[in-house]
Each structure stands twice: as C-alpha cells, then as structure tokens.
C-alpha cells in the first residue's frame, strides 16, 4: 500500500488511536495513535500504512484542521428552495449547484416531522461529510412545515 493524500473526516477519537473516514471514496482508516484530533474534526493531509501488517495507518502531513459547523437557524427557507419543494412528493431530495460554491438540498417531509428530519440532517455524519467532500466553511439547516433545506456555504 502507499500514502493516502486527501480530505478525511475524523469519526472516532480517543487518547490511544483515531478513525478516519476519506471524504471521496468512504474508506475507513484506523489510525495507530491519536495525533491530537478530535472526532468531527475534518483533517486534509497525507496517511501512510504502518508496516509490517499495514492495517493500521500514522498521519505523516497535515495540511488543514478544521471544524465544519452545522446548525439549524432561524430563517425561512429561499424562495428558490420553496418552489422547489412544491414540486418535489414527500420524501423526495433534489440538489441545486449554488451559484458560486456549495450546493442546496431541498427534502420534503411530512409537516409534523420536519423538525425530527432537521436533527437529523444536523447530527447525520453524512452531512459533514458531504460539506468536507464540497470543501465548504458551514452547513445551515432552514426549515418550513414540510420543508427542509440543508445548504453548504463558503464561509
């Protein structure tokens, strides 16, 4: 095996080890020792295997460390996004390309649930994932009876 260079999303850390999951492809590694992350964290960089087994990994560069926020705010959603939704059937997901950088996903849900699908969006790992993988600064999660939009921003 060889160096790994990419965006991983740090899912797992205590004081003796860290796992990793690669942003482009889901791979999971297992990092031998912590470097000092913390899980949520997303670490752009390189990862080497550890001889002689290769099964667990050691971080040899890091790039960047940060910390991608994803919140529920207090705002209704677009107008763009409303429009949207009314033509989507509930349970339906579609995604808009931002103009600029970042990407809109607007999911229809049954009204008495929308507040359920936004916890859930917000403590999905996917959706930091998903914003590490976009390589966007913050994730806001707007919503409306039956409506969530979820929309990765630059900073």
Known sequence: MTAIEGTFLVTNADDGSATLRNVADSQVLTLSDNP??????????????????????????VAERRTIPVETVDLAP????????????????????????????????????????????????????????LGVDRVEVRTAAGVVSVRYLPD
């Open 36 to 61: 000092g992350v913390e899980a949520g964290e997303v670490v752009e960089g390189t990862v080497e295997p550890e001889p002689p087994m290769e099964v667990t990994y050691t971080v040899t560069e």
């Open 78 to 133: 677009t107008t763009q996004t409303t429009e949207i939704a009314a033509e989507q059937a509930p349970g339906e997901l579609t995604t808009v390309e931002r103009a600029g950088e970042g990407e809109v996903h607007v999911l229809t849900v049954p009204e008495d649930e929308t507040a359920e699908a936004a916890t859930d969006v917000v403590e999905d790992e996917a959706t930091l994932s998903r914003a590490a993988r």
